[in-house]
RNA sequence: GCGAGUGUAGCCAAGUGGUUAAGGCCCCGGAUUGUGGUUCCGGUAUUCGUGGGUUCGAUUCCCAUCAUUCGCCCCA
């Protein structure tokens, strides 16, 4: 019996691993340039952490999570990175380090769901985190990563949705209002609703459900959701927000129903979502959560942020160019090949060479499949005479030179 | 967790209740012992996801199971 990869798991093999390295790279230069700094927190944390992190509210923590028990300790394999990056911030006294402070991650995340198009058990994301700032300007800065890091995967179409659902305080009143309008139909409501309706009322403004949305569709209501419920601190926090915005040329829309499913999210809310994706189309998910370095036990520290499905953005990414060879050599004379490969290699030359020492054809033969720029073709004649032959596949041009010259050759016209 | 579709080689895929299961790509070998990417020839499935049932006989029909896809839900 052939052992197979876990439901919901998928290889990177060697046929897309390139696509990832693509996708890393360009996180990696995008968000050092920008003076966020990597960070990488343990895959699994104690199962707490995500209770108060993420919320028991939320279906990630109630029916999701990879728990299990080691020596009496409850560990969970991270749902997502924001509460873990957070633990970290607390437990090594980053709120020392020079204020603001901004992270970015990567690295596979686990939730125990169906699988279906855009949706794995072992899913990656890639995510920033900006801690320290209480004001929309960072919003807005961290929105506009987003921005150029799918413009840098050649990524459009995608629409920005963006909401402020409120501070706490705020929200609360909030919350009994539409409880209080919504209470008579409840039983009409659908199931989920009825436990929204307890647990967060907020929740039930996006259901999908069409009996829902259509009770939900009353004058009273939209009233309610579309006057400006939320305190003025709030208020100004979207409008301060929304002129960032506006000033980086972002286009965005309002909308009010935008809730995010996580418990710790303040004021701003937005996602990104792409056409093309099914059901799960939603590439990037964030905002602001003002109270959750305090609610895992820091000091209260304002902090946004967001995180991106590296697998649905790769299903909406045109593919990029696959990495090639740059040279291979060609030789019968296996000594000398190898030596010659070594020298290329350690001169920044990606290479590589026939290791069965098959025929001259075959040899050059592999190194089109392949794709190589250059054969560098090292054999009797030239070894004979002192000399290299190197043969651009692509124009099929060739030159024999002495061997020092090689480097230049290579280097100077795939420029 | 619920509903629906699919499952033939590494990939794409035709096919039928009955002796040897088309074809294409990729890969390998040869034509071609120093000049490739074109072409030509040849090779690769004791077997049709797995287990069971119906049948003289199943890859084909039935059941179960697993995997996968789509929708609900939720999220990135």
Known sequence: MIIKAPKGTDDITAQNSYIWQFMENKAQNLFENSNYKEIRTPIFESTELFHRGVGNSTDIVNKEMYTFIQKERSLTLRPENTAG?????????????????????????????????????????IGVELFGIQEAIADAEVIKLAM????????????????????????????????????????????DCKIRYTKNPLRMLDCKN???????????????????????????????????????????????????????????????????????????????????VEMLGGKYTPAVGWAMGMERLMAIMPTPESNKIKAFVVSNDINKALKLV??????????????????????????????????????QNEINSGTITVKNLKTSSQQTIVEDKILDIINETTT
């Not at 209002?177 to 199931?191: D, E």
Request: glycine share 8%; with cysteine.
């Open 85 to 125: 990056v957070v633990r970290a911030y607390i437990e090594n006294g980053m709120h020392r380090l020079p204020s603001p402070l901004k992270l970015w991650y990567k690295g596979p995340m686990f939730r125990y769901e169906r699988p279906q198009g855009g949706r794995k058990r072992q899913f990656h994301q």
């Open 148 to 191: 150029e890091y799918l413009n840098e995967l050649n990524i459009s179409g995608l629409s920005l949705e963006i909401n402020n659902i409120g501070c706490p305080e705020c929200r609360n009143d909030f919350r009994d209002k539409i409880r209080k309008i919504v209470q008579p139909g409840l039983n009409m409501f659908c199931t």
């Open 210 to 292: 069409e009996t829902c949305k259509e009770l939900l569709d009353t004058d009273e209501l939209k009233q309610i959701i579309n006057s400006d419920y939320i305190c003025n601190e709030c208020s100004n926090h979207f409008d301060n927000l929304k002129n960032y915005l506006n000033i980086l040329d972002i286009e965005y829309i309002i909308n009010k129903k935008l809730v995010r499913g996580l418990d710790y999210y303040t004021k701003t809310v937005f996602e990104i979502t792409g056409n093309n994706l099914g059901a799960q189309n939603a590439v990037c998910g964030g905002g602001r959560y003002d109270g959750l």
């Open 342 to 379: 070594f020298k290329l290699r350690s001169n920044g030359v990606s290479t590589d060479f026939d290791l069965l020492n098959k025929k001259f054809v075959k040899q050059l033969d592999k190194a089109s499949k392949l794709k190589a720029d250059y054969a560098v073709i090292l054999g």
